[in-house]
C-alpha cells in the first residue's frame, strides 16, 4: 500500500521536530510525516546540558556566531541573518517557554528542564498536524521522476520533498551517498583528554581560569576555563580544542602532546619578574595547585623559579585517548557542504532532497551551538519550500 504525501522527514531529532513545525506553520495545507527509527524523539533535547537544554547561546551578531563552527562557519553566515539565536529565544517565549542567559552566554529553560522543550515542541507539533511515526524500520528510498519513494515493513511512503534529518546515523549517511552525495568521513568532535601520566589528577574537581591550551606542533589553540579530572583534563578550553583539532587528533588516534599556559594574560618574563618578587602564589592560584606546582622547587633559586615560570607558561602533557559522553556526542563530518544549497537547504546534486542538523558537515563547540544549527536549518527548509 502506498500512501502520498507532501514531505517527508527522516529523524525525529531538533532538526527534524522543528522543521516539521516550521513546514507547517508556512505552509498549513502540506501534509507532513515525520518517522524516527527509535520509540522516542528528541533524545539528544533530552539530555543536553545535563538535562536542562542549552537551547542556543546570547551571540546575536551572526559574523561573530559562525566563529563557533569550527565547521560550517563560511555557510551558515547568510542562514543566521535568516534565523539566529534572538530568533530561537522569540520563538520559544512566544510559546510560553521562559528562557534564561547565563553568565556564560549560555540559554536554557528558566524550567532548568529539558522536557520543558520537549514538551513545547510536540505540542506545537501535534497541533500543526505533524505526523510523528516512531519505530520505523526503512527498507530502502527510491528516487525516480523527482519523487521519493521510502521503502517501510509492509507499506511505502511517497512524497516529492524528502528532509534527511539523522544526525550522525550511518544509514543516513548511506542514503545520501546514493543520492549522489559526497560523505566527509564522520569523526568524534567535543571531547575530554585522557592523561594517565598527569601528577594533577589527584586536584579533580579545580577549575583553572582562564587558561591557553594549545596542541603542540599544530596552530590549534583556545582559551577558557580547564576543569582538573581524575582522568585528564575537560572544561570549556578542552572541548572546544578537540573540536577545532577534531580531524587532527583523530589522525594522531589521540596520542599527541598539549601546553598549557596557565596564565595566558602573563608573558613567560613578567611570571618570573612577578615570582622574584613574590614567589608565595602572587597569582592567587587554588592552593593545592600551586603545591603541587612548586613542589621539589626551591623558591630562594633564581633557576628554579625560571623553571617555574617556564612550567606555568607552557606545561606540558601527553594526552593517550579521550573521553565522550555518549548520549551527547558530536561528530565533525558529514554531507559535504558544498553539495548543499544554503538558501534552501536543498541538495544540490537531487531536486527536492533536503538536510538539516548534524547529518551535515557542521558542528560547533559546546554552548548550545550545535543545536541553533538545528533551529536554524529547520527554519530556512521550511521558507523556501
Not at 504525501?5 to 505552509?27: E, N, P, S, T, W
Not at 580531524?247 to 601546553?259: A, C, F, G, M, S
Request: with cysteine.
Amino acid at each position: 500500500m502506498n500512501q502520498i504525501v507532501d514531505i517527508i522527514i527522516i529523524g525525529g531529532g531538533a532538526a527534524g521536530i522543528f522543521a516539521a513545525i516550521q513546514a507547517k506553520i508556512a505552509h498549513p495545507s502540506l501534509k507532513v510525516i515525520v518517522l524516527e527509527k527509535t520509540a522516542v524523539v528528541l533524545s539528544k533535547v533530552r539530555v543536553s546540558g545535563g538535562g536542562r537544554c542549552n537551547v542556543t547561546h546570547a551571540c546575536f551578531d551572526p559574523p561573530i556566531l559562525v566563529q563557533n563552527y569550527p565547521r560550517g562557519h563560511k555557510e551558515l553566515l547568510a542562514p543566521f541573518y535568516s534565523f539566529q539565536p534572538q530568533d530561537t529565544i522569540d520563538w520559544f517565549e512566544s510559546k510560553g517557554v521562559q528562557l534564561k542567559i547565563e553568565p556564560d552566554g549560555r540559554v536554557f529553560p528558566i524550567s532548568n528542564s529539558s522536557e520543558t522543550i520537549i514538551s513545547c515542541l510536540l505540542t506545537e507539533a501535534a497541533n500543526l498536524g505533524v505526523e510523528i511515526r516512531l519505530r520505523q524500520k526503512i527498507e530502502d528510498i527510491l528516487y525516480a521522476r523527482e519523487q521519493f519513494e521510502i521503502l517501510l515493513e509492509g507499506h511505502s511512503l511517497i512524497a516529492p520533498r524528502l528532509l534527511l534529518a539523522t544526525g550522525s546515523s550511518k544509514e543516513g549517511y548511506r542514503w545520501a551517498e546514493r543520492l549522489g552525495h559526497t560523505i566527509q568521513p564522520p569523526v568524534p568532535s567535543l571531547f575530554t583528554f585522557n592523561v594517565p601520566s598527569s601528577p594533577l589528577r589527584e586536584l579533580s574537581g579545580i577549575v583553572i581560569n582562564p587558561v591557553e591550551v594549545k596542541l603542540a606542533g599544530t596552530h590549534f589553540t583556545q582559551q577558557g576555563p580547564l576543569l582538573i579530572t581524575h582522568f585528564g583534563f575537560s572544561g570549556p578550553a578542552i572541548l572546544k580544542l578537540s573540536a577545532w583539532g577534531a580531524r587532527h587528533l583523530y589522525h594522531k588516534n589521540y596520542q599527541t602532546e598539549i601546553t598549557i599556559n596557565w596564565l595566558p594574560s602573563l608573558s613567560q618574563k613578567e611570571l618570573l619578574n612577578t615570582l622574584l618578587s613574590s614567589p608565595l602564589n602572587p597569582f592567587s592560584l587554588p592552593k593545592n595547585f600551586w603545591k603541587l606546582m612548586i613542589a621539589g622547587l626551591s623558591r630562594n633559586s633564581k633557576k628554579n623559579l625560571n623553571l617555574l615560570s617556564e612550567r606555568l607558561h607552557a606545561d606540558r602533557y601527553l594526552i593517550q585517548g579521550k573521553t565522550t559522553h555518549k548520549e551527547e556526542f558530536v561528530t565533525c563530518g558529514g554531507i559535504s557542504l558544498q553539495e548543499i544549497n544554503f538558501k534552501t537547504m536543498q541538495s544540490k546534486c537531487c531536486p527536492g532532497l533536503y538536510f538539516a542538523g548534524e547529518i551535515l558537515d557542521i558542528d560547533g563547540i559546546t554552548g548550545g551551538f550545535n543545536f541553533q544549527n538545528c533551529w536554524t536549518n529547520g527554519s530556512i527548509f521550511a521558507k523556501n519550500l
